[in-house]
Nanobody
Framework: QVQLVESGGGLVQAGGSLRLSCTAS???????????MAWFRQAPGKKREVVAG???????YYADSGKGRFAISRDDPLITQYLLMNNLKPEDTAVYYC???????????????????WGQGTQVTVSS
């Protein structure tokens, strides 16, 4: 059973930073380098939207809302994905979800239908 473990959410003042992390195990229970990983977020009363993502082929994607403020990366084995969020704004308040793409069979990194597995989410709250 695939399991995604997210961490790093919390309460921060506007202008502050947070780093989210996500590690996902595969069907065997072992962690491995997923071909595609991404973060989406959903604020109360709003649709889920992409934040950023990357692929093991080198492709990256950032939503306009995070460009220049957010940075996505992975550790050396490419197992854990990090989302560093700087200069946070109250409008960044949302539940952030990690998601994985097992085979890169779809090219649209901004679409939630591209991804196969989802984490439970971690709350990010930015106070003004």
């Amino acid at each position: 059973q695939v399991q995604l473990v997210e961490s790093g959410g919390g309460l921060v003042q506007a202008g502050g930073s947070l780093r989210l992390s996500c590690t996902a195990s595969g069907d065997t229970g072992r962690y491995y380098a997923w071909p595609g990983m991404a973060w989406f977020r959903q604020a109360p009363g709003k649709k889920r939207e992409v934040v950023a993502g990357d692929r093991t082929d080198g492709a990256t994607y950032y939503a306009d809302s995070g460009k220049g403020r957010f940075a996505i990366s992975r550790d050396d084995p490419l197992i854990t994905q990090y989302l560093l969020m700087n200069n946070l704004k109250p409008e960044d308040t949302a539940v952030y979800y990690c998601t994985t793409d097992k085979d890169l069979d779809r090219s649209n990194m901004a679409s939630d239908s591209t991804y196969d597995y989802w984490g439970q989410g971690t709350q990010v709250t930015v106070s003004s």
